[in-house]
Nanobody, 115 residues
Framework: QVHLVESGGGLVQPGGSLRLSCTPS????????MGWYRQVPGKQRELVAE???????RYADSVTGRFTIIRDDFQNTVYLQMNSLQPEDTAVYYC?????????WGQGTQVTVSS
């Protein structure tokens, strides 16, 4: 019963930085991809960043140049470094990982950007 655990969210001022981390409860196998989504009330969950096991990372246009996804395959952990945070980045951030047809999610970590 694999599930993902996120951490690192919190309250930060505009222009500040946070780093989120995500690790699976069970690392007996590797994932094809790991990534981050976010969701605000009344809106659909959107992809923020994704890192396949191989190949280039993908980013939402809104975060390109500010966010960086980092994947540690040995620890089976994925990070999201968020710089130059803006109020529009306020959301619940969810970790996602997939292997073949199976997707796994965390329960989310709140990121609030406010002065």
């Amino acid at each position: 019963q694999v599930h993902l655990v996120e951490s690192g969210g919190g309250l930060v001022q505009p222009g500040g930085s946070l780093r989120l981390s995500c690790t699976p409860s069970d690392s007996v196998f590797s994932f094809n991809g790991m990534g981050w989504y976010r969701q605000v009330p009344g809106k659909q969950r959107e992809l923020v960043a994704e890192k396949p096991a191989t190949g280039s990372s993908r980013y939402a246009d809104s975060v390109t140049g500010r966010f960086t996804i980092i994947r540690d395959d040995f620890q089976n952990t994925v990070y999201l470094q968020m710089n130059s945070l803006q109020p529009e980045d306020t959301a619940v951030y969810y970790c996602n990982a997939y292997r073949h047809e199976n997707h796994y999610w965390g329960q989310g970590t709140q990121v609030t950007v406010s002065s």
